[in-house]
């Protein structure tokens, strides 16, 4: 049903700064500089391997840029949410229909690329609360038009999303809904012992949802997003570059995960914590 993580979005004020500050972190150009009239707002689109970011700024009136400014407003830049792709919209729909949740009318979408007038289209289906629980989140199939792609990515380039971590207080609720009703693998379902927590993740199109189970007094079932992990392919070098373009990172260190070697990006990611993670180390 649900075959990837579509993409992730990101409120921004200035989208021509938080541009420029992606263009130092991933190493990369937007591919796509768009807008989209009725909603009220303009994006920007960085491409990777698995999964497309999107920045997106209130630049006019409409429900996309109310969207933006309620989430600045209230928590300020950073993630605002993210879809999840699908080939078949209508088999999704049955699906979620069967396990007995209401769904309102697909909304028909369109994107117009500054740089040479092409189009996009897609449809999405925006999800009742009851299974976005918290998380602004929804389904969607790509229609005509395509996100050009990179052939190649240099050793210092970002090239692929490793994982999103989700932090919630109902992990029981979450494995339903997106194991059960979306179709998504749950590859690990673990309490962390060092941590003192439970950790799940799902796996799809390469690239995990980490949930991590936080636990507080609401009474409702509540997700967040809170970061981001890049898988990189030579993390020394990323870090050189970064380093040379005045962006803060720690030093590297071995990720919890084994054979993996880590860094944290303290600066330039309008609020998103942010991991590079190398996934192999060289022998020798």
């Given at each position: 049903m649900i075959n990837s993580l579509d993409h992730l979005i990101i409120a921004v004020d200035d989208l021509q700064t938080a541009e420029k500050n992606y263009e130092i972190i991933f190493g990369s150009s937007p591919v796509w500089k768009g807008s989209h009239t009725e909603l009220g707002t303009s994006n920007s689109l960085f491409n990777f391997e698995n999964t497309y970011f999107e920045l997106l700024a209130a630049t006019s009136e409409g429900l996309g840029a109310e969207l933006v400014k309620n989430h600045i407003s209230q928590?300020?830049?950073?993630?605002?949410?993210?879809?999840?792709?699908?080939?078949?919209?209508?088999?999704?729909?049955?699906?979620?229909?069967?396990?007995?949740?209401?769904?309102?009318?697909?909304?028909?979408?369109?994107?117009?690329?500054?740089?040479?007038?092409?189009?996009?289209?897609?449809?999405?289906?925006?999800l009742p609360i009851e299974l976005t629980r918290g998380l602004f989140?929804?389904?969607?199939?790509?229609?005509?038009?395509?996100?050009?792609?990179?052939?190649s990515y240099k050793g210092s380039e970002i090239h692929l999303l490793d994982h999103v971590v989700v932090k919630t207080n109902d992990p029981d609720g979450f494995i339903k809904i997106y194991k059960d009703v979306f179709g998504i693998r749950l590859a690990l379902d673990s309490f962390i012992e060092a941590w003192k927590k439970r950790i799940l993740f799902f796996r799809v199109n390469k690239t995990t949802i980490e949930v991590v189970e936080e636990k507080n007094s609401d009474s409702e079932a509540n997700d967040s997003l809170w970061g981001l992990a890049w898988e990189v392919k030579d993390i020394n070098s990323t870090r050189k570059r970064l380093l040379s373009q005045k962006v803060e990172i720690s030093e590297i260190k071995k990720g919890i995960k084994e054979n993996t070697l880590v860094a944290t990006i303290n600066s330039h990611t309008h609020n998103i914590p942010t991991l590079i993670i190398q996934?192999?180390?060289?022998?020798g």
């Open positions: 928590k300020g830049e950073g993630l605002l949410g993210f879809a999840l792709g699908t080939n078949s919209l209508d088999a999704c729909r049955s699906k979620i229909h069967k396990f007995g949740y209401q769904l309102p009318d697909i909304s028909v979408g369109e994107g117009v690329n500054n740089q040479g007038g092409k189009k996009r289209t897609w449809i999405n289906q925006f989140s929804f389904i969607i199939q790509h229609k005509e038009g395509l996100i050009p792609s990179i052939d996934n192999t180390i060289s022998e």
